[in-house]
């Protein structure tokens, strides 16, 4: 919310000036801003230009995995902006995350000179290069403007975006930093990104091999909603000698996928998995959630690997053959024309083992006292169609790949470094940013600790936020190595006994409760039907059955 009416004024320092000419030409137009002095220059010139909306977000953490969340949902990069000081640091966390979910984030720091760095002045560290493990580029900028210093702000900007990925921008600005003028300073280069032309392959050798082979997998990781084409769906469902397995956050769908791979693996025996052993793997998308599959491909192999991404191929399973540089749909697009279906066995056999499961799972289900596995079932088949669903990390994502969800919902998680400290925040930039429906699926730890995820005026009245209270870290009781000790619930569990109740109440959010089957019902009903305010459905389940509930579903599906 833009307190004033746009006066053009800019920052009286010319480096700032800069800054801002270049982002507005570049197209950066979303800016989280968070306070401080040193960013004074670039606060007010975004603020005051009516080409940046402008966002307030007090705590950097937070900041980072709202402006995250928008641009997971956007694609495009959105800039974020803080003081010197420990500021920066705490943008660590959604960097490193972007960096590993391909998301483009531009992270521009304030900073003093560098004559005033290790001499002793306030909240001043050592900023250039802080992100240098996980940036794809780092623009250390001179206190004068300088075609240097629009050469290294564009080439950030053109990283960014290109290679879809975090970058920094570390500016030094020196007192006085609340001046303002009327005048544009600078005259800056702008350098747009130019496409590159991708790599074409000879495909005919992978075409043949791919056309003798009987056992073929396609394992896809995190994928944008609609990315991959239908015709190649299609193609992959019709091929019976291709088995293919998703994850919930591909967002990919077909009745012949396997959308639950532990279900299906996990009762398998050494037997099943030599008979399933891959010829060929086709891996595309991102982070694959489901431990079991890896320790699976790594230890039966597949004779060929074919990673497809851009940028990227992880040799996760130690097999992989072949990187293919390119968008899956032009590789597919490419590569289709010259397969043909091949007879096999491997597709009706996955799929009859799926039928099998799912009836298993089904009366299982039908037995089990209420807990986290038994509210997943409730709560999955009860979101509202065409919504977006974010799931934070620990078991959240792993229950909801036991159940299927709605092909017309989207779902998102932080799969790229797999923490607890940002699933909140990200949901409520990704809910900003989205006319989706949002609802945002967390345990009790992940939500405690991103609670300020909820202290900004950006939360849509329909936003939603479903806590499944297990008393701390459930997913510890299911990890191999729990024992019911001290240091377990102390250490590990953190077990507690807080509620969601006061902070809900806090942030202007409704708030409801549920224990049982015959309340989670109702709850979610009149928890879906209002969307006046945000609104909190607290689930409360017992913390020492839960696990045992879960251990046991994979033995009974055999
Ligand atoms: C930033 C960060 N710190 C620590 C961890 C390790 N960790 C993984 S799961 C988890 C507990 C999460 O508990 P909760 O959100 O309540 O979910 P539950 O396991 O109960 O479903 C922790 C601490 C992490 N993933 N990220």
Avoid at 41 to 61: Q, V, Y
Avoid at 360 to 381: G, H, N, R
Wanted: net charge negative.
């Amino acid at each position: 919310m833009h307190l004033k009416s746009f006066d053009m004024i800019y920052p009286k320092i010319p480096l700032a000036q800069s800054i801002i000419e270049i982002f507005a030409a570049r197209g950066i137009h979303q800016i989280v801003i968070s306070p401080g002095s040193r960013n004074a220059p670039l606060t007010i010139g975004f603020a005051s230009n009516e080409k940046f909306e402008c966002l307030s977000i007090a705590d950097e953490r937070s900041a980072a995995f709202f402006a995250l969340g928008i641009a997971q949902q956007t694609q495009k990069p959105v800039a974020l902006l803080c003081t010197s000081g420990s500021a920066l640091l705490n943008y660590y966390p959604a960097f490193a995350e972007a960096f590993y979910s391909q998301i483009p984030l531009i992270v521009v720091s304030a900073d003093r000179p560098a004559d005033k760095i290790d001499i002793g002045d306030g909240q001043t560290i050592r900023q250039e290069n802080v992100f240098a493990n996980h940036s794809l580029f780092n623009a250390n900028l001179q206190e004068n403007v300088s075609a240097e210093n629009d050469q290294l702000i564009n080439e950030a900007i053109t990283k960014a975006i290109l290679e879809k990925g975090p970058v920094h921008i570390n500016v030094p600005f020196e007192e006085p930093l609340y001046e303002t003028t009327e005048e544009l300073l600078v005259k800056s280069k702008i350098i747009p990104e130019t496409q590159p032309i991708l790599e074409s392959e000879n495909l005919t050798t992978f075409a043949e091999k791919w056309n003798s082979s009987t056992k073929k997998m396609v394992l896809v990781g995190v994928n944008f909603p609609n990315a991959i084409q239908q015709n190649i769906v299609d193609w992959m469902a019709k091929d019976p000698s291709i088995v293919v397995l998703t994850e919930t956050t591909s967002n990919l769908h077909d009745a012949t996928f396997i959308s639950n791979i532990d279900t299906i693996i996990t009762p398998f025996t050494s037997e099943d998995f030599e008979h399933f052993q891959p010829e060929i793997l086709v891996t595309f998308g991102g982070m694959v959630v489901s431990k079991r599959i890896k320790a699976f491909l790594r230890k039966y192999k597949p004779t060929e690997h074919w990673q497809i991404d851009p940028f990227r191929a992880y040799d996760t399973f130690g097999a992989l053959t072949k990187h293919f540089k390119t968008e899956s749909n032009l590789f597919f697009g490419s590569f289709i024309p010259l397969t043909q279906n091949v007879e096999s066995t491997y597709k009706a056999e996955i799929i009859a083992i799926k039928k099998f499961r799912k009836e298993k799972q089904e009366i299982y289900l039908s037995k089990v006292p209420f807990s986290d596995f038994k509210a997943f079932e409730l709560i999955m088949p009860r979101l509202p169609q065409n919504s977006m669903l974010q799931i934070a990390n620990s078991s959240p994502i792993r229950y909801a790949q036991l159940i299927d969800v709605h092909p017309s919902i989207s779902v998102f998680s932080n799969r790229g470094t797999s923490g607890i400290d940002g699933s909140s925040s990200t949901a409520v930039g990704a809910a900003f940013a989205s006319t989706q429906q949002t609802v945002l699926i967390t345990g009790d730890i992940s939500f405690l600790y991103d609670s300020n995820a909820l202290w900004n005026e950006y939360i849509p009245k329909n936003f939603k936020i479903i806590l499944v209270n297990n008393g701390g870290g459930g997913i510890f009781r299911i990890l191999p190595g729990h024992e019911e000790t001290l240091v377990f619930n102390r250490y590990f569990e953190t077990s507690h006994c807080f509620t969601g109740e006061h902070l809900a109440r806090m942030f202007g959010f409704e708030y409801s409760i549920a224990s049982n089957e015959t309340n989670l019902i109702p709850a979610l009903d009149s928890f879906f039907a209002a969307n006046e305010k945000p609104a909190l459905l607290e689930v409360f389940t017992p913390t020492l059955l839960n696990d045992g509930i879960l251990l046991q579903f994979f033995k009974e599906l055999k």
